[in-house]
C-alpha cells in the first residue's frame, strides 16, 4: 500500500469474524489488506485524521482503530504498566481485600487511577491501611489472585524473540512486578517497596515513591541505554499515571483505559486484548511466540 499513514483495525475477540465487505466498507475506497483474515485487517491512509472516519464507518462492529506512520510501525522498546494492563488485577485492591479492609483501599485505588487524587499521597493512604497484615499475606494473594491478561506472555515473548526489549514500568510493588516479569516474559521490571520490620509491613512504603514521573524517566533510561529514538518506542498503560510516559513514547496505547486516558494517548485498545498491540505493529499470528 502506497500510504504514508496505516490504520489497523482489529476485531473485538469475541466479536463476529470481520467479512472482506467489512473491510471494503471501511475502507471506503482506500487500498487495504488482511493481516489476519477475520480478524484484523490494514488500510493505507494519510494522516492520523483518518482515524476518526475509519471509526465513523464502524457502525455496529466492535473493533479498535489505530493509526501511525507506517515508516515507525515496528517498534524496539515496549514499556507497560502492571495492574489492571499486563494483569488483569490491582495488586494493593488484592492485598487489600484479604486484609478485611478492600473496599477502602479499592476506592482509592480508583481515584487515583482516574487522576483525580495525587498517585503518591493515595499509595501512601492505601499501604498504611495494611499496617500490622504479614509479609505472608503477600505470597498468598500473589498465588491467590494475581493473573496475566490474555495475551501477555505472547505479547512479551514474540516481542523479545524479535529484538525488541519489553520493560514492566510500574507504580505496584516489586514483589508483584517481580514475579509477573519472570511469568510474562519481560525483559527488566521496576517498582516500589513495602517498608517491613520483623515480618510484618508497617504501612509505610519506601520513598521516594515511584509514579508517572519514575515512569517517564525509566522511558527515558531505557532510550539511553538501547540508543534508540522516540519514534522506536511503544507504551502500554490503563491509568492517570501512565499518561506521561504514554505521550512521550512513539506511540502510546490507552489499553481497556479510564477516560482521561483514552482521551490523552495517541492510541487505544477498548476491545482486543495483548495481542493487539502486536497486530498494530504488523506482527501476524504465524509470528507469535505462543505459551
Known amino acids: 500500500m502506497d500510504a504514508t499513514h496505516v490504520a489497523t483495525v482489529i476485531n473485538a475477540p469475541d466479536a463476529p469474524a470481520l467479512r472482506d465487505r467489512d473491510a471494503r466498507r471501511l475502507a471506503n475506497g ?15 491512509v494519510r494522516g492520523v485524521g483518518a482515524e476518526e472516519a475509519v471509526r465513523e464507518r464502524l457502525g455496529e462492529i ?34 487489600a481485600a484479604r486484609a478485611g479492609v ?16 495525587d498517585f503518591a499521597e493515595a499509595l501512601r493512604q492505601r499501604v498504611a491501611l495494611l499496617r500490622g497484615q504479614p509479609v505472608a499475606l503477600l505470597e498468598r494473594t500473589y498465588k491467590e489472585a494475581v493473573k496475566l491478561n490474555p495475551g501477555a506472555r505472547t505479547l512479551a515473548r514474540t516481542l523479545r524473540a524479535h529484538g525488541v526489549h519489553v520493560a514492566l514500568v510500574s507504580g505496584g510493588f516489586r514483589f508483584f ?4 516479569a519472570a511469568k510474562a516474559g519481560f525483559s527488566s521490571f521496576g517498582g516500589n517497596e513495602f517498608v517491613v520490620e520483623d515480618g510484618v509491613l508497617t504501612g509505610a512504603v519506601v520513598e521516594p515513591i515511584l509514579g508517572a514521573d519514575a515512569k517517564l524517566e525509566r522511558l527515558r ?3 539511553g541505554e538501547l540508543k534508540l529514538k522516540a519514534e522506536e518506542t511503544m507504551a502500554l498503560g490503563d491509568g492517570a499515571n501512565d499518561i ?15 477516560p482521561k486516558v483514552r482521551a490523552a494517548a495517541r492510541g487505544r485498545i477498548d476491545h482486543g486484548d495483548l495481542r493487539a498491540v502486536l497486530y498494530v505493529q504488523g506482527y501476524q499470528s504465524t509470528d507469535f511466540i505462543r505459551d
Open 30 to 44: 482506500a487500498p487495504w489488506r488482511w493481516l489476519e483474515p477475520g480478524i484484523v485487517f490494514d488500510i493505507g
Open 62 to 95: 466492535r473493533a479498535d482503530v489505530v493509526v501511525q506512520r507506517v515508516a515507525e510501525r515496528r517498534k524496539k522498546l515496549l514499556v507497560a504498566d502492571m495492574d489492571s494492563t499486563v494483569i488483569g488485577q490491582e495488586c494493593l485492591d488484592e492485598l
Open 102 to 117: 478492600g473496599a477502602k483501599v479499592a476506592a482509592l485505588t480508583e481515584l487515583a487511577m482516574r487522576g483525580e487524587v
Open 177 to 180: 512486578t517481580s514475579r509477573v
Open 221 to 223: 533510561e531505557l532510550l
Open 244 to 258: 506521561p510516559m504514554l505521550q512521550a513514547a512513539g506511540l502510546g496505547i490507552a489499553y481497556h483505559a479510564k
